[in-house]
T-cell receptor
Framework: GEDVEQSLFLSVREGDSSVINCTYTDSSSTYLYWYKQEPGAGLQLLTYIFSNMDMKQDQRLTVLLNKKDKHLSLRIADTQTGDSAIYFCAEMGAGNNRKLIWGLGTSLAVNP | GAVVSQHPSWVICKSGTSVKIECRSL??????MFWYRQFPKQSLMLMAT?????????EQGVEKDKFLINHASLTLSTLTVTSAHPEDSSFYIC?????????????FGEGSRLTVL
């Protein structure tokens, strides 16, 4: 079946940039998503990118998509302690059921 | 931005009782909603896809008689955990796919934590 993989843990210093990487296997992906989950909370949609785009920027967030390599990354500029959370990568296939395939999440720790 | 509200956010119940969790899209219509279950420090597990006006589609291994889903309107889907047992304790999250807009927009509720004693 289709799969999404991400590294499980990333630690950065406050003020540095964070780059969270994700790889996926579904060549028919239509949308790719980044969600943020803080402890004990639900999921917050951070950003998403359509599969025919290479890059999307939204304030401190930059999403890069390499469709050939099936690689997605999320860059957070000027990382703050409030950015500490788990970041999930997910992809939506081309089927009508709109089902998302999820990575296991990358836990981002921001150190003062 | 689009808001999806879940209620209740936390519920504790006795074993054998049934619990209903609501998922509402507050400022948009959602023909399709999804129900997930999340175990501690794990990713989300899709339980079922809820379509307004029709039966839900359940993922393999999810008991449809145990987890009843009703999508009665374009803004409301409910998940009822029937005859709950301690192993049903989990974090249940719903998401709603905005109808008519950018079809990539999938928004999540805050989640409902169920504890079965």
């Amino acid at each position: 079946g289709e799969d999404v993989e991400q590294s499980l843990f990333l630690s950065v210093r406050e003020g540095d940039s964070s780059v969270i990487n994700c790889t996926y296997t579904d060549s028919s992906s239509t949308y790719l998503y980044w969600y943020k989950q803080e402890p004990g909370a639900g999921l917050q949609l951070l950003t998403y990118i359509f599969s025919n785009m290479d890059m999307k920027q939204d304030q401190r967030l930059t999403v890069l998509l390499n469709k050939k390599d099936k690689h997605l990354s999320l860059r957070i500029a000027d990382t703050q302690t409030g950015d500490s959370a788990i970041y999930f990568c997910a992809e939506m296939g081309a089927g009508n059921n709109r089902k998302l395939i999820w990575g296991l999440g990358t836990s981002l720790a921001v150190n003062p | 931005g689009a808001v999806v509200s879940q209620h209740p956010s936390w519920v504790i119940c006795k074993s054998g009782t049934s619990v209903k969790i609501e998922c509402r899209s507050l400022d948009f219509q959602a023909t399709t909603m999804f129900w997930y279950r999340q175990f501690p420090k794990q990713s989300l597990m899709l339980m079922a896809t809820s379509n307004e006006g029709s039966k839900a589609t359940y993922e393999q291994g999810v008991e449809k008689d145990k987890f009843l889903i009703n999508h009665a309107s374009l803004t409301l889907s409910t998940l009822t955990v029937t005859s709950a047992h301690p192993e049903d304790s989990s974090f249940y999250i719903c998401s709603a796919l905005r109808t008519g807009g950018d079809t990539g927009e999938l928004f999540f509720g805050e989640g409902s934590r169920l504890t079965v004693l």
